[in-house]
């Protein structure tokens, strides 16, 4: 994700690169960046609001180690950033915990693994068998 010091144009990236992840694994996101909280941060908020990211999520990391000769793409890394711990320069919070269980379809259909498409349960439709068609 590139980096910038405007924040809404920060904002855009991290939206942007949140969205292209391959198999639409985040349909949509809402991403807030605030950078005059404090004079040495930002804050980012990042609320997954698609259909396909409903309900409890694994937690975002920040992977701030370099990639260097050999490895693609080469960053130089973000020395200045901590993580996971209320007492260095970043961290990371959970407003809503998530439960780390990833269920096919939502648990509303069965997925042809060859596809990687589902079939929902009567009821539900959509790629993730998120959208309610009808009580049942």
Known sequence: ILWSTTDSTLKGYIEDALKKLPNKVI???????????NSNGVVIEVTFTGAAVQGKQHKLEIMQDPCG???TPRI??????????ATTLSTVEITTTGSHNSYECGRRGKCDFNT??????????GETCSILTALV
């Not at 349909?27 to 909280?37: E, K, R, W």
């Not at 130089?76 to 711990?85: D, E, K, Y």
């Not at 990687?116 to 439709?125: I, K, R």
């Open 116 to 125: 990687g498409l589902c079939t929902c349960f009567a009821g539900y439709t």
């Open 27 to 37: 349909d949509d996101v809402v991403v807030s960046v605030d950078s005059t909280v």
């Open 69 to 71: 000769e050999g490895c």
């Open 76 to 85: 130089t890394g973000l020395t200045n950033i901590r993580t996971f711990s």
